[in-house]
């Protein structure tokens, strides 16, 4: 009987398990966990510690009992692998009362996942973080009696916490070392996502450099001291590789397991799945880090078959990802603006702010959408979304496309449902693909941090938004001439290169139009207008 021991569970060890005793039921299928909990909700650990997911046994998926019983598989909690002999094919195992003992194995797969990163600072051994049931235990348990709890990280799930200690009343302050919270998104987007949070009490700074955690509080290297009488780091994660590196399998050049398409590492007997392993990006099939768990299922499943006999291979990853926070979500996939620059790509930006259904039926709310387009082929590089309702199904309607091939363009032809209550009948991914057309066609846009070149090169700003909506806040520089009034005081820009905006875009458009039908040939419209102006300078 041929034996596959898997060293770690969770996503991609169980996904392997299970997937594989499905495929082959003669079989020896052990399973290492160091933890006590061989299967549980990771993503959903922070709505336990504010009673949100008000039963911890609704986070445990699978125990070694209903997997023995139902999968007949030999789950160990509780116990670590500690070396592994490849010329042997043995793993030596610290069991649960400290003693060691070989296992043999034809097949290995390792899913040790990642580890919470975390700084080298003075107190840091006060630091909770989150990424199993035990430190869900020990969070719970930390801040019973804090009053105030100070988290060091701003992304994902540094924000989840967060929203679930602010449910509990406890004063909650988001310390974040960079200009910005959420760094998938880029500023202007971020900024739409700290100014609620900020709205909701929780306090956030950025450009927060940590010198020291005390044992009531954290001292910044400004000089500034913040309140904590709990401290969680939620800085990141980086992959727990030391197994496999004392085993010398390769790395990959961003330290995580170096992986062939159909998960193997650089010993054909050994694959790697999960948060430990690099996996080749969509957009330019370099390697890269995506610790998620949709990718770790995907890639235990592709394993179980390739041990089971089957020829396939991995899908390059595209990051989407989600996240909620007081009603709000943020959804991302691909590359942001600033990956893309990064990586020297020429590139078109689209902002929009339309509502997520018909705007005539109860409920509309804004989405705040923005695309990254290849300029030279019109491919989608990437997307991100923030809005209270809507935003998950945009976002994925744009990963599906981007896997497909469909172009930013063709977004605009994509039959969407609708029903008043569930979108428009222009839906906001088919307006992105009428602005990407429009783009394509020769319109020309600038962005929102290009404005004060723009002024500094001699355009005229003309905002031409009402008079009303002008008073109420306006770009510094810019003059009003309201879309309505353009065809009889157009004379008033004679001899002006152009640069329109209105508040969102769409009416800047048609102001860019018909100034272009009466003549003039420099004409820039205000990618996302004055909304996105504000997002983007709010907290420069």
């Known amino acids: 009987m041929p034996t596959t021991v898997i060293i770690g569970g969770v996503a991609g060890g169980m996904s392997t398990a299970t997937r594989l005793r499905r495929k082959d039921e003669q079989r020896r299928i052990i399973v290492i966990e160091s933890s006590g909990y061989v299967s549980f909700a990771n993503c959903g650990l922070p709505y336990h510690i504010s009673g949100t997911i008000a039963e911890r046994s609704s986070l445990l998926l699978q125990t070694p009992e209903s997997l023995a019983a139902r999968f007949n598989i030999d789950v160990r909690v509780n116990q670590r692998a500690i070396a592994i002999d490849r010329q042997r094919q043995e793993v030596t195992v610290r069991d649960d009362q400290g003693d060691t003992y070989l296992l043999n194995y034809d097949t290995l797969v390792l899913s040790p996942g990642a580890e919470p990163f975390l700084p080298d600072l003075p107190g840091i051994e006060r630091s909770l973080t989150l990424r199993s049931v035990e430190d869900l235990d020990r969070i719970i348990d930390g801040i ?3 009053q105030s709890v100070a988290l060091i990280g701003g992304g994902f799930i540094g924000i989840e916490v967060a929203e679930n200690l602010q449910k509990l009343g406890k004063k909650v302050t988001i310390l974040e070392k960079t200009q910005q919270i959420l760094s998938p998104l880029d500023p202007e987007m971020s900024a739409i996502v700290r100014r ?12 927060a450099s940590i010198t020291a955690i005390g044992e009531k509080n954290i001292e910044l290297s400004d000089g500034r001291t913040v309140l904590a009488d709990a401290v969680i780091t939620a800085i990141g994660v980086r992959p727990a590789t030391e197994l496999a590196e004392t085993a010398g399998l390769d790395l990959g050049p961003l330290g995580g397991i170096a992986v062939d398409d159909q998960q193997r590492t650089s ?9 430990v392993t690099e996996k080749p990006d969509a957009i330019n099939g370099q390697p890269s880090l995506a610790p998620l768990a949709q990718s770790a299922n995907r890639q235990g499943r592709l394993i179980a078959d390739v041990i089971a006999g089957e020829d396939v291979a991995r899908r390059p990853v595209l990051g989407t ?14 590359w942001n603006e600033k990956r893309a620059r990064s990586q020297g790509r020429d590139i078109r930006i689209i902002h929009l702010h339309p509502v997520q259904h018909a705007g005539y039926y109860p409920g509309a709310s804004p989405i705040h959408l923005k695309l990254v387009v290849d300029a030279n082929n019109d491919a989608i590089l990437g997307a991100q979304a923030v809005g209270r309702d809507g935003v998950d199904k945009r976002i994925d309607v744009i990963s599906t496309a981007m896997s497909a091939g469909i172009s930013a363009s063709r977004l605009a032809d994509l039959e969407l449902a609708y029903a008043p209550q569930f979108g428009s009948a222009k839906d906001p991914i088919n307006m992105a693909g009428f602005i990407a057309e429009n783009l394509v066609k020769g319109e020309r846009n600038a962005q929102w941090y290009e404005v004060s070149d723009y002024l500094e090169q001699g355009w005229t700003l003309v905002d031409v938004r009402t008079p009303a909506e002008y008073e109420h806040g306006a770009i510094p520089g810019s003059m009003n001439l309201p879309l309505d009034d353009i065809r009889e005081r157009y004379q008033e820009l004679a001899g002006h290169k152009v640069l329109v905006h209105c508040q969102v875009g769409l009416r800047g458009h048609i102001a860019a139009t018909l100034l272009q039908n009466l003549g003039f040939t420099d004409v820039v419209n205000l990618d996302g207008g004055y909304l996105t102006w504000s997002q983007g300078t709010c907290y420069q």
């Open 144 to 146: 019973k009696d804090a």
């Open 321 to 334: 990802a989600i996240v909620g926070a007081f009603g709000l979500a943020t959804g991302v996939v691909g």
């Open 267 to 275: 010993d054909p007997k050994i694959f790697a799945v999960g948060d």
């Open 196 to 207: 609620h949070i900020a709205d909701n009490g929780v306090t956030v700074l950025t450009n």
